[in-house]
């Protein structure tokens, strides 16, 4: 750390070491000048004004000021080696010196030269020098491309505008692809909101543009908003400042024009700015779900953005586990002979690419934390086959859904397990090799060494023997960061074919369905590093702290690990070069172990604002369950869902509580290298801080648990009060069929006296109209000779007697029709059998097709479509020679299921029973194809419901 009081150093001979990047070698100058005298004081003043600076993740000017501390209050003094952000180097590199040329001849020697970098010392164009600092062109036409998309209002009438940062990365990306913007990218993970939901995807991110954003924010060009996305998620957005338009108002046109070009969209939509939507699309050829990004423009015109394609580059790999972790001396394989290959391969980069940093002897281990236990760790050892005379062998998550047929398809690409050594309840270690097919020309021999430990830490291990044609001693971040890609996406795919369906269950709930794209630790091992600099010279805001980001995320702090080792950590991963790696895995190791749960903290914390959203939800569609008759049926899928997952967070949690007990954190190391290493990793207080934020999880989902009870208890005072008005209206309905029952009952009893009457005015009339006496004609002779005069004239009332015994014959034979009427509709046979069998929907309705319908029913809901059919069935053959059924079906078009079947038989003239008539029945259906499982049934596998046999009274 620089101290005030160099300012009072005798006079003395100064010798400055300038590194040379052409050569790397570096070259002594000894000179004493005024010139480098008000250099060195000035340098020297802005450290005592600066300070050491540790850098965080908020790049914020209001923090860039201030003295580095660490957690416990260390002001880094008695840290040997430790580093932050050294506030001369920090600012020189980042050109934020407000340094002019005849104040520091030397400056440009320490600023920035490269790329998308800002540039200080002599001025070739008027227009870079705004603000005391010259500026680069990327950083103009960057500024230019943000003031298109988004600027500030300048009256109280306008609207100002903001541009997303992840549409402002797929913009820079195509001004890169189209040479306009000469930055760098690498692919890197991003989350990505819609809809209310986050899904990750690999982006090809440049972090050159990333740091040149930093650099216009930090010089007030742009502004910077943050918010939140509707699950939660932490959304940037940017817009250019007042202050930005001033020095916009300097560009030249020819960059404008150059922007121009790629912002807009081509003939004949020339005058409309491109604008990025992301859809979420189905890979036909992999059978997934992808996330791609579109240019659009007004008028029709869209283009999809290779953003998202991931560059591949061939490599070759071996296997790679720390000592640490092995449990016995199985060797590893060893690919170094095959290095060669990789140089045979191809790669589809698009872009050229400018290497800062080179690596030699890497290993990587990519780290995860997934819920495992004693239990699981039994079963997999069991599944691999660990304790087998021949270990190990091909292995796929596909389930077998139909063991005894002769042939099992799976797809192309499995995963070949090679078991080194396990402990059957605690670990086991095994190298994977990946047989993934991979795009033409592209060559990748790809071996994994894998660590699956009780305590849910996941190793994937992996030494890097050359890519493309860079040998083992000669490995660029920019190649490995697209090798990390692969690594991450194949170890998720072999994780899960060896995970249990539980554990799949778990990571599913957590990532929201995303499980497959989760972000994991990267943790970088390599013998040496070019250049070899001192630890803050690699947090230079410039192209080393740029090609680091590529790999471990932002930086957080580099160190000095003895006087060979350099360790610098990353919020995503971390490096550590020298020749004595190997010295510190145990630290090192424990250091993953506790950042991976973190990682896996942090998405639970995420999880838990998803949860407490559903909750609020269920809350407001309790408080509204009268506006909408669906948010009942609706509450209780909402509840069950809610319920499930707040019972998996609780055993994740109780998880993660257990493998935190269970580890330890050692002493302090007495030699110095090892103290300082475990210094810098702070492992007492990391272990402190997940626990303490895994035991604030416990309490979140204690409180959602509570809530979830309340709200259970809310939604059955609602069924209640359902039930109460069902039986209220059961109850009024029941008197009402009371009282029309009496009321039948009554007006039956004067029906059938009426009926009577009628009959007898029918006898009478019959009477009349035999002598044709209503039809006002003369009395017949035979009227008058048979009747009236031997009857009517001789005895008295004898006419009428007869017309009385008449009428009572007449009303007697009436009589006797109507209940042969009425007996001829009693006698028949009521079938109703509950099948649930499932039926070929399609079929159904071409058997449908030939049946003469009477009646046709439906009724649609959101999840079946059920459909009733009554027809009368005329084939007197087929059943049994006798009267055929009247038949009715209810099925669901939808799912495919015949629900139940209604026969109406007259049983007076057939002699088929219940079960005759569904053997018939379900022949029929099994001879059009209709029934897929048919077996000949039994009368007792039938739930026969409202069967009635009515017999003569």
């Not at 270690?429 to 060494?449: L, M, T």
């Amino acid at each position: 750390m620089l101290s005030s009081s160099w300012l009072s150093m005798p006079p003395c001979n100064v010798v400055i070491f300038t590194t040379l990047r052409q050569d790397n070698v570096s070259t002594p100058t000894s000179y004493w000048t005024p010139g480098l005298l008000r250099s060195l004081a000035l340098m020297l003043v802005s450290a005592q004004r600066f300070g050491a600076v540790r850098r965080d993740d908020d790049d914020d000017d209001e923090d860039e000021d201030n003295i580095g501390l660490d957690e416990s209050g260390d002001d880094g003094q008695n840290l040997p080696g430790r580093t932050g952000y050294s506030g001369v180097h920090a600012r020189a590199s980042a050109g934020l010196l407000q340094v002019k040329e005849e104040e520091h001849p030397e400056a440009g020697k320490y600023g920035r030269s490269e790329r998308g970098s800002i540039a200080r010392g002599s001025v070739d164009d008027d227009w870079q020098e705004f603000d005391d600092i010259k500026w680069s062109e990327n950083h103009a036409k960057l500024l230019y491309l943000i003031s298109k998309y988004a600027y500030p209002a300048r009256t109280g009438n306008e609207k100002e505008t903001w541009i997303r940062e992840i549409p402002l990365l797929v913009m820079i990306y195509e001004g890169i692809i189209a040479g306009v913007l000469d930055f760098d990218y690498a692919p890197v993970s991003v989350l990505v909101s819609q809809n209310g939901v986050s899904k990750r995807c690999f982006m090809n991110v440049t972090q050159e543009g990333k740091s040149a954003i930093d650099d216009l924010r930090e010089r007030r060009l742009m502004n910077g908003l943050k918010l939140s996305s509707e699950d939660f998620q932490p959304v940037s957005c940017y817009q250019v400042s007042f202050h930005g338009l001033d020095f916009l108002e300097r560009i030249p046109q020819k960059l404008r024009s150059d922007v121009d070009g790629f912002i807009y969209a081509p003939k004949p939509y020339q005058n409309k700015l491109l604008n990025v939507i992301m859809r979420r699309e189905i890979n036909e050829e992999e059978d997934e779900e992808v996330q791609n990004f579109y240019l659009v423009a007004e008028g029709g015109y869209e283009r999809i953005s290779g953003v998202t394609d991931i560059e591949d580059v061939s490599y070759v790999s071996s296997p790679f586990l720390p000592l640490i972790v092995r449990t016995g001396e199985k060797a590893l394989r060893n690919n170094s002979h095959r290095a060669s290959e990789a140089a045979s391969g191809e790669s589809n980069i698009k872009d050229e690419l400018s290497e800062a940093i080179h690596l030699a002897n890497v290993k990587i281990l990519v780290g995860e934390w997934i819920p495992f236990g004693p239990n699981q760790i039994v079963a997999l050892n069991e599944r691999l086959g660990a304790m087998d005379r021949c270990q190990g062998g091909l292995f796929t998550s596909k389930i077998d859904t139909d063991p005894t047929s002769t042939q099992f398809q799976v797809p192309t690409g499995l995963t070949q397990v090679r078991i080194l050594d396990y402990d059957l309840t605690h670990c086991i270690n095994f190298e994977a090799e990946i047989n993934y097919p991979e795009a033409e020309g592209i060559v990748q021999i790809e071996n994994f060494g894998m660590h699956l430990n009780v305590d849910g830490t996941i190793l994937y291990g992996m030494g890097i023997e050359a890519i493309m044609e860079r040998k083992a001693d000669d490995i660029s971040l920019d190649m490995l960061s697209r090798l990390l890609v692969d690594v991450q996406k194949d170890s998720s795919t072999i994780i899960n074919d060896l995970l249990s369906a539980y554990q799949r269950a778990l990571l599913s709930m957590v990532f929201c369905n995303d499980e497959m794209n989760r972000c994991k630790y990267n943790l970088v091992l390599c013998e040496s590093i070019d250049p070899k600099l001192q630890c803050e010279e690699y947090i230079d805001r410039g192209d080393n702290e740029n090609e680091l980001k590529q790999v471990i995320g932002d930086i957080q702090s580099a160190h000095n690990v003895g006087s060979d080792d350099i360790l610098i950590l990353g919020r995503e991963g971390l490096v550590l070069a020298g020749p004595n790696g190997r010295r510190y895995e145990k630290l090192i190791l424990l250091h993953l172990s506790l950042l991976v749960r973190e990682m896996f903290v942090r998405v639970f914390f995420i999880r838990t604002y998803v949860l407490d959203d559903s909750l609020k939800r269920i809350r407001k569609m309790i408080l509204e369950h009268e506006k909408d008759p669906n948010n009942v049926p609706k509450l209780r899928i909402q509840l069950n869902d809610t319920s499930r997952d707040i019972i998996l967070l609780e055993e994740i949690i109780s998880y993660l509580l257990e493998s935190l007990n269970s580890m330890e954190v050692p002493a302090m190391p007495e030699d110095e290298a090892s103290a300082t290493l475990f210094k810098a990793l702070n492992l007492s207080n990391m272990k402190r801080d997940v626990t303490h934020r895994v035991e604030d999880l416990r309490k979140l989902v204690h409180g959602a648990q509570n809530e979830l009870q309340n709200l259970s208890s809310m939604t059955e005072m609602i069924n209640t009060k359902q039930l109460e008005e069902i039986f209220r209206n059961v109850e009024s309905n029941t008197k009402y069929l009371v009282d029309g029952s009496g009321t039948n009952e009554r007006a039956s009893a004067s029906l059938e006296v009426m009926q009577m009457m009628l009959a007898g005015m029918l006898a009478f009339d019959v009477i009349d109209h035999i002598s044709g006496g209503t039809l006002g004609l003369s009395t017949p002779w035979w009227v008058e000779q048979w009747i009236n005069q031997p009857i009517v004239a001789k005895f008295p009332f004898l006419w009428f007697a007869l017309n009385l015994l008449w009428m009572l014959l007449f009303v007697y034979g009436v009589t006797k029709f109507m209940r042969h009427l009425s007996d001829l509709s009693t006698g028949f046979l009521t079938l109703h059998v509950r099948i649930n069998a499932k039926i070929n929907v399609e079929k159904m309705e071409m058997f449908l097709s030939d049946k003469r319908i009477d009646v046709t029913d439906t009724i649609e809901e959101p999840a079946l479509s059920i459909k009733k059919v009554a027809w009368q069935e005329r084939d007197r053959i087929l059943w049994a020679g006798g009267s055929p059924p009247k038949i009715e079906v209810a099925y669901d078009a939808q799912n495919g299921f015949l629900l139940t079947v209604l026969f109406t038989l007259d049983k007076k003239k057939s002699s088929l029973d219940e079960d005759g008539l569904m053997r018939i029945f379900t022949a029929v259906l099994a001879e059009h194809g209709v029934l897929e499982d048919y077996e000949p049934p039994r009368t007792a596998l039938y739930d026969m419901e409202d069967r009635g046999d009515d017999k003569d009274e």
